[in-house]
C-alpha cells in the first residue's frame, strides 16, 4: 500500500509570486484534503475535493485553489503570496464514509 | 474561545513514565476524536481514533473520550524516548466529509 506523497518537499517564494503544490492519495483513497500548519500551531483546514469538485473550504480567501485530477491527485494553488503564507501545507487523504485522514510528510513553504 | 483547546507544553518526563495528554473542546457537535503524533518536520501520524464517549486501548495507548465533560485524553503507558514528539488532537463533525479541527499540540519529550 503507498501513502501520501507531496512535492516539492521545500519551497521558497517571494512575495506576489503563484506556488503550485502537489498530493498523490494513499492507494484506495478517493477524497483529498488540504491543511496548513503554521509554526507552532496545529494544521488548519484549507479545503477537500471528492470526485475532482471542491466538496468544504475552511476560512481561507479565494486566492487559495485547488484541483483534484481522475487518479485523485491534487494540486493546492495559492497566487498572490503573502508573508503569512510561510507553513507547512498538509495533504490529506480518506475515502469517503470513512473519517480517518492520513496524512503526507508535507510541503514546506518559505515566503521572503 | 477556541474550538478546542491543548496544552502545548512542553511535556518532559523520564523514560518508563506514564504521559497523560489532553484536551477540552467547545463544540458539544463533535462525534469523531483523534490523536496524531507528529515528529519534527514530518506529517501528522494518526496514532488512535474514536467515536463516542469510552476507552480505546491499543499496545502502549490509551484513549479516552469523556462527551458530558467534553475532555479528550491519550496515556501513553511505559513512555520511550521514540515517543518524543507533538502529539495533536483532533476532532470533526458527524457527516461532514473533511474539516477536522485540530488542537495546537503538546511537545514531548522522553529523557532517557
Known amino acids: 500500500e503507498t501513502g501520501v506523497t507531496q512535492s516539492p518537499t521545500h519551497l521558497i517564494k517571494t512575495r506576489g509570486q503563484q506556488v503550485t503544490l502537489r498530493c498523490s492519495s494513499q492507494?484506495?483513497?478517493?477524497?483529498v484534503s488540504w491543511y496548513q500548519q503554521a509554526l507552532g500551531q496545529g494544521p488548519q483546514f484549507i479545503f477537500q475535493?471528492?470526485?475532482?469538485?471542491?466538496?468544504g473550504r475552511g476560512n481561507f480567501p479565494p486566492r487559495f485553489s485547488g484541483l483534484q485530477f481522475p487518479n485523485y491527485s491534487s494540486e493546492l494553488n495559492v497566487n498572490a503570496l503573502e508573508l503569512d503564507d510561510s507553513a507547512l501545507y498538509l495533504c490529506?487523504?480518506?475515502?469517503?464514509?470513512?473519517?480517518?485522514?492520513?496524512f503526507g510528510p508535507g510541503t514546506r513553504l518559505t515566503v521572503t | 474561545q477556541k474550538e478546542v483547546e491543548q496544552d502545548p507544553g512542553p511535556l518532559s518526563v523520564p523514560e518508563g513514565a506514564i504521559v497523560s495528554l489532553n484536551c477540552t473542546y467547545s463544540?458539544?457537535?463533535?462525534?469523531?476524536f483523534m490523536w496524531y503524533r507528529q515528529y519534527s518536520r514530518k506529517g501528522p501520524e494518526l496514532l488512535m481514533y474514536?467515536?463516542?464517549?469510552g476507552n480505546k486501548e491499543d499496545g502502549r495507548f490509551t484513549a479516552q473520550v469523556d462527551k458530558s465533560s467534553k475532555y479528550i485524553s491519550l496515556f501513553i503507558r511505559d513512555s520511550q524516548p521514540s515517543d518524543s514528539a507533538t502529539y495533536l488532537c483532533?476532532?470533526?463533525?458527524?457527516?461532514?466529509?473533511?474539516?477536522?479541527?485540530f488542537g495546537k499540540g503538546t511537545k514531548l519529550s522522553v529523557k532517557p
Open positions: 463544540n458539544s457537535a463533535f462525534q469523531y
Open positions: 474514536t467515536y463516542s464517549s
Open positions: 492507494s484506495g483513497h478517493n477524497t
Open positions: 490529506a487523504s480518506s475515502s469517503v464514509g470513512e473519517y480517518e485522514q492520513y
Open positions: 483532533a476532532m470533526k463533525l458527524s457527516g461532514s466529509q473533511g474539516n477536522l479541527i
Open positions: 475535493y471528492y470526485r475532482e469538485e471542491e466538496n
